[in-house]
């Protein structure tokens, strides 16, 4: 299983972080591998959505997140086409000056026969740029 943990700080207080990445079906905006997301089911502090990324192949899964605003969000796998694990979540802290640590961690274990370059890729080049783009998202509509 690959796994990795990152941290970020955001200038924008916790809930507009949340906020950001509570809305599951904007991130083909903003994240460049993402090519498609869909809400399947929301209710009181959950949502199951399904994804689509292109990597070196196309990756789906559909996930099971637990929300807990604005401090948390976490996943676990429900079905994926590659994918046999992904669990992951994001905790944010509330920092002065309105800031947010953000720490992200995700692991990922792939299906047999699938390139190791695709795990690789999701926990390690991908994480620094989904930071990235979270932050600039969150901050952005911030101002």
Do not use: C, H
Request: glycine share 8%; hydrophobic share 40%; aromatic share 8%.
């Amino acid at each position: 299983m690959a796994g990795a943990e990152q941290s970020v700080i955001v200038d924008v207080p916790p809930d507009v972080l949340f906020g950001v990445i509570a809305d599951y079906e904007k991130y083909p905006e903003f994240l460049n591998d993402m090519a498609g997301a869909r809400v399947i089911e929301s209710g009181d502090g959950f949502t199951v959505a399904e994804f689509t990324l292109n990597l070196i192949k196309t990756v789906r899964y559909t996930i099971r997140l637990t929300e807990t605003p604005p401090e948390r969000v976490s996943w676990t796998l429900i079905e994926s086409n590659l994918l046999k694990v992904n669990n992951g979540g994001w905790t944010l802290e509330a920092l002065p000056g309105d800031r947010t640590r953000a720490t992200y961690r995700l692991e990922v274990t792939i299906g047999r026969f699938v390139p190791k370059m695709i795990s690789n890729r999701l926990t390690g080049k991908t994480l620094p740029a989904t930071l990235k783009a979270f932050k600039e998202r969150a901050e952005g509509l911030d101002r």
